[in-house]
């Protein structure tokens, strides 16, 4: 599927030479710089106000988008003087076991419903997707409850357990799409050979799904980076706080706002993310528009 | 499948066999195999346990408390007797709610039009032939992949009463001579938490009406354009016919992930100013979580649903049923 799209992507091209240039600066790269631009500036926002001193930040004189006497100030609060690196530390953890967790899940799951065509396998395919479309903000209220009637509130465990409720449906119905283009034969053949259906799960299937893993367990791990409400009300002390809410209700103080902090906190929170992403551009986007395309 | 069916056969009638003769090794592995997919339906259940369990417990079970807490009167801290409707009277009668409902029906209609808008334009813009093509449109998605909360935190700031950098450039400019209070005032405040939901969600659609757009064949806009058709009657009566299916899906999950909204409003103004930006889910949030009233906020949640799923039947059943003019089936 990928090979064939890029295939098509330079063939687009085709007519485009009957384009004059000026006309496609006007057209084509006038507004893709716009978006750009707009696009992008939040972050150099961020970047340059991790970087201004006080003084420079809270004045309205000389050039704001510039800094003219840099300073790690803002950085150094963040890393000595708060929580920050627990939260880092817990956002971390919470993500990687979760992620982990739900992709295991999910393998079994979409292996059984997909393969293993047991009876009502169709339905339970169904209810994957509609599970995939209950939005967190209706759930956290009894989620609350039920996490503190299990006596895991304001424990990362409550956040490890509870994020799987949308990890796991997107990541079974992602790899079910991936499964179904596996052949079948090839699991024919293993069984004729004797293989076991569990030998069958790790040394076919599983090698050949690795791109849907990829693409899952990158998706898996920045929506649990990103996850907030649960995060919100699930914990309250501040040790165990993840990286959006510890900013967004501790580095908060009264009706002074620490800007240069907030920011230099945003953009740490965001770094690890955007690295990852950085790498694995390509899985991501698969994993996005595949989840759109079923 | 064929294969896996004689397989199946033959697998029954030599088990049969078995019982009788003593087995070759030949019938012992077709053996093995029958009884291993005559057993998929044990083993379906195991693989399928973990996912169950967790889903079942953290999702079905709260999604079921949920209904059930919002017909009682329960607290933070103290069980809650069955009230019957008078959370939802209570409600339909609360100016407050009525105006969140008001604020989230606005908040999503303009945002999503705006977002399809852009996303689809941003998107033709991608899928046309410019340079540094892999590297513009893994950089256009960030908005989309850092964590909201926390771009949320750089829009709070550039939408600072004082010190707000739209205001100094259009101050510079000559065009304005007092700062914008961009969330200090009602209506300033909706317009600015909706750019900003924009500027996350714009990413999300342009990619995905991109994976979309590659899959057209070019060979159409070559006749297209051998028949005289113009840009725009090729976008027209080719593009977009063939995108419908896959905007109705993306414009399905925009409308959704916008209507749930809560992270951004809860960072940039927490419902104010006099609550003017209050979506239902930070009220609910407010009056659940903060205001312990959990039942009231339960109600809430729930009152979502038939507005979430009429917004869902009606993206995705309105533009899905051109699917034909793809010239599959419908």
């Known amino acids: ?294 | 499948m064929r294969v896996a069916a004689a397989l199946r056969r033959c697998g029954a009638r030599a088990r049969c066999r078995q019982r009788t003769y003593a087995a070759a090794t030949e019938g012992d592995v077709r053996a093995s195999v029958s009884r291993l997919l005559d057993n998929r339906n044990a083993l379906g259940l195991l693989f399928l346990l973990p996912a169950g369990a967790l889903l079942l417990l953290f999702l079905t079970y709260p999604l079921g408390l949920g209904v059930w807490l919002g017909f009682t009167d329960t607290k933070i801290g103290r069980g809650g007797a069955w009230v019957g409707l008078e959370n939802y009277e209570f409600l339909f009668g609360d100016a407050v709610a009525r105006l969140s409902l008001f604020n989230t029906l606005f908040y999503t209609v303009v945002a999503s039009v705006i977002k399809f808008a852009l996303g689809l334009w941003l998107a033709l813009l991608l899928n046309k032939h410019v340079p540094f093509k892999t590297v513009v449109r893994a950089v256009v998605l960030l908005p989309f992949i850092v964590p909201t909360a926390l771009s949320a935190i750089a829009f709070w700031w550039i939408y600072d009463a004082q010190f707000s950098v739209i205001s100094w450039t259009l101050t510079e400019l000559g065009l304005i001579d007092r700062y914008i209070d961009f969330l200090g005032d009602p209506w300033n405040a909706r317009l600015s938490t909706i750019a900003a939901n924009i500027w996350r969600g714009v990413p999300f659609v342009a990619i995905c009406l991109l994976a979309g757009l590659q899959t057209i064949s070019p060979s159409y806009y070559e006749a297209a354009s051998l028949d005289g058709a113009t840009p725009w009657q090729q976008f027209r009566y080719v593009t977009l016919p063939l995108l419908t299916p896959i905007i109705a899906v993306v414009m399905t999950f925009s409308v959704l992930f916008t209507f749930t909204d809560f992270q951004l409003i809860y960072v940039l103004t927490r419902g104010g100013p006099l609550n003017a930006t209050h979506l239902m889910a930070t009220l609910s949030f407010q009056r659940a979580i903060p205001g312990g009233a959990l039942g009231e906020g339960a109600a809430l949640a729930v009152s979502m649903v038939p507005f979430l799923l009429a917004a869902i039947l009606f993206s995705y059943f309105g533009l899905q049923r051109r699917a034909w003019q793809q010239g599959g089936a419908d």
């Not at chain 1, 479309?133 to 996490?147: Q, R």
């Not at chain 1, 299990?150 to 409720?165: E, N, V």
């Not at chain 1, 945003?266 to 759109?292: D, H, N, R, W």
């Open chain 1, 1 to 294: 599927m990928a090979k064939q799209t890029d295939d098509q992507v330079v063939d687009t091209q085709g007519m485009n030479y009957l384009v004059s240039l000026p006309r496609r600066v006007v057209t084509v790269y006038a507004p893709l710089a716009v978006f750009l631009f707009v696009l992008l500036f939040p972050f150099y926002w961020m970047g340059i106000t991790t970087f201004k001193p006080n003084e420079e930040l809270l004045s309205r004189e000389g050039n704001p988008f510039w800094v003219v006497n840099p300073t790690l100030a803002h950085i150094k609060k963040l890393l000595f003087d708060t929580s920050y690196p627990d939260w880092l530390w817990n956002t971390m953890l919470v993500a990687v076991v979760s992620t982990f967790l739900s992709l295991v899940c999910s393998v079994l799951a979409a292996y059984a419903i997909e393969r293993l065509r047991f009876r009502g396998s169709r339905y339970v395919g169904m209810s994957v997707f509609l599970a995939y479309l209950v939005p967190p903000s209706i759930l956290f209220i009894p989620l609350a409850k039920v996490v503190f009637e299990l006596g895991i509130f304001d424990t990362r465990l409550a956040l490890i357990l509870t994020y799987p409720t949308f990890l796991i449906p997107f990541c079974t119905w992602l790899l079910m799409g991936y499964f179904r283009s596996i052949p079948f034969e090839l699991e024919e053949c293993a069984l004729i050979d004797g293989a076991s259906r569990w030998q069958i799960l790790t040394r076919i299937v599983l090698p050949l799904a690795v791109p849907g893993l990829i693409s899952a367990g990158i998706f898996a791990f920045t929506l649990s980076w990103n996850e907030f409400i649960y995060a919100l009300t699930f914990i309250s002390s501040s040790e165990v706080k993840t990286v959006p809410v510890g900013v967004i209700t501790e580095l908060v103080e009264g009706d002074v706002y620490h800007w240069g902090a907030l920011m230099a906190g945003a953009l740490l929170g965001s770094l690890p993310v955007a690295i990852l992403y950085s790498f694995f551009v390509e899985y991501y986007v698969a994993g996005m528009t595949g989840a759109v395309k079923e």
